[in-house]
């Protein structure tokens, strides 16, 4: 029923050329970020149905994103968000630590740490799945902004990919290109006649992202849920966290509708957006999924990690933060317009 992905198209001129057509100010090295303090929330885990309370905390610099299970006997269990720490991703990416201790459904979350540039932060989660709040990411957006974030005193790296890298599965498809910055390009194609054929791209930024993607919600449809709550899944979902297409197919039951007229799109690429963070630093690379999920998401960085040849690690320097946010229009597709 709750499904995620995304859509994009070819690339505008945001790379090399632009900066050849740039002045030359001062390079300075991007430092990395934390927050300011810890903050917390509580929610429902969207397929476990718990009440959960979830805090985020500052951490120290090459820290690197951790959860820690704190309801767990011994002061808790540190499950880093990492390609190489995920166990399941059967409608939302799930990290196991090796004593196989969990938290699902962290790509939200980890969609909003990337878009506000948060490089180290300590996950306190009482159960064993992140709160899904409205759907989107923007409540975790909303707890950073009120936490405050702060640079540190180290330079912040990023994964340059070198070499195009691709995976596919049938008619879906997930690949990185080299590119001076991160970009994201996403297709979805759905037999359901809200939803169709559509496209979508997005020069990352934290503007760009906090307008343009934070506030699309995960979406499902109406007639599956007895079957994914029978296979122990979407036990949290209801209107108040997901958007639901009714089993004629034909309209939203939300009373409030979709919150941009594209949502389904967005989130697919909000979704595209978390599970590549855990690369474990930002890629300097552009993204392309037609029909992608997380499970194709995850055997992408697995296999761009598998062959070092292809990519380096770097420290970002100013030039990244003057590109501009790109976000045109999505587009309705005709079936012949993708090959």
Known sequence: MFDSGASFETLPTTGSEFFERQSSPAVTAVRQRTLKSAISCTGTGLHSGARITMTLRPAEPDTGIFFRRIDIAGGGALIPAHWASVSDTRLNTCVTDAAGIKVHTI??????????SIDNAVIDINGPEVPVMDGSAAPFVFLVECAGVVEQAAPRRAIKVLKRVVVEEGDKLAMLMPAPCFSVNVEIDFANPLIGRQDCWLTMTGQSFKSEISRARTFGFEHEVA?????????GGSLDNAVVIASDGNRIVNDEGLRYEDEFVRHKLLDAVGDLYLAGAPLLAHFRGVRTGHGLNNRLLATLFADRSAWTTVTLDSRQARIPAVFPPSRRLPAAAIA
């Open 107 to 116: 790509e939200h979350l980890m969609a909003a740490l990337a878009g506000m």
């Open 227 to 235: 079957a994914l709550r029978a296979a122990g899944l979407a036990k």
